[in-house]
Nanobody, 114 residues
């Protein structure tokens, strides 16, 4: 059974940074395209960053230049470095595969104060 455990969130002031981690168990991530998703208050979950097995990354426009997704296949872990945080980045952040969604983890809360 695949399990996803996200961590690293917190309460930060606008302009601050966080590094989120997602440890995956039950399957290797090496051949999978991985993604970070965000669910803002009152909104649907959205995919904000992806990374292919080869390391190519992609971002939604709202986070380009501020978010950086990376992966460590040996540790079965995906990371999301978030810089220059804005209040609109507030939400629960989740990781998951992109091509096949497995059961969601608990996510990690990011709250940005202005």
């Amino acid at each position: 059974q695949v399990q996803l455990v996200e961590s690293g969130g917190g309460l930060v002031q606008a302009g601050g940074s966080l590094r989120l981690s997602c440890v995956v168990s039950g399957t290797g991530i090496g051949f999978n395209r991985m993604g970070w998703y965000r669910q803002a208050p009152g909104k649907q979950r959205e995919l904000v960053a992806t990374i292919t097995s080869g390391g190519s990354t992609n971002y939604v426009d709202a986070v380009k230049g501020r978010f950086a997704i990376s992966r460590d296949n040996a540790k079965n872990t995906v990371y999301l470095q978030i810089n220059s945080l804005k209040p609109e980045d507030t939400g629960v952040y989740y990781c998951n595969l992109v091509s096949v969604i497995v059961p969601w983890g608990q996510g990690t809360q990011v709250t940005v104060s202005s």
